[in-house]
């Protein structure tokens, strides 16, 4: 895998403030979980779950440091996950 690959990950989505927004959040491999404010359009669903686009911005062993392309809530927007996570945008 390269560095700077698109992928998509499996999260949690809630709603945003407003109705074009959704909170995608994601629980690290470390127990720590972000939330970022993406745009509705960026949500899809995969195998019956909510995915959204994430950029790899580098990797350590089995796990890949993800960036969330979005607006972060006070957790920061990147996030480290295991590798086998990811799936092909």
């Known amino acids: 895998m390269r560095t700077k690959s698109t992928f998509r990950l499996k999260g949690r989505v809630s709603p945003g403030i407003f109705s074009f927004e959704r909170v995608f959040s994601v629980e690290g491999a ?8 993406v745009p509705i359009e960026d949500i899809e669903e995969r ?24 607006a972060p809530l006070e957790t920061g927007q990147s ?8 799936i092909p945008a």
Request: proline fraction near 8%.
């Open 47 to 70: 195998d019956g779950d909510p995915t959204a686009e994430v950029v790899v911005v580098g990797r350590s062993g089995d796990f890949s440091l993800v960036t969330v392309p979005g």
């Open 30 to 37: 470390d127990g720590h979980t972000i939330y970022v404010i």
């Open 79 to 86: 996030v480290w996950v295991p590798e086998r996570d990811l």
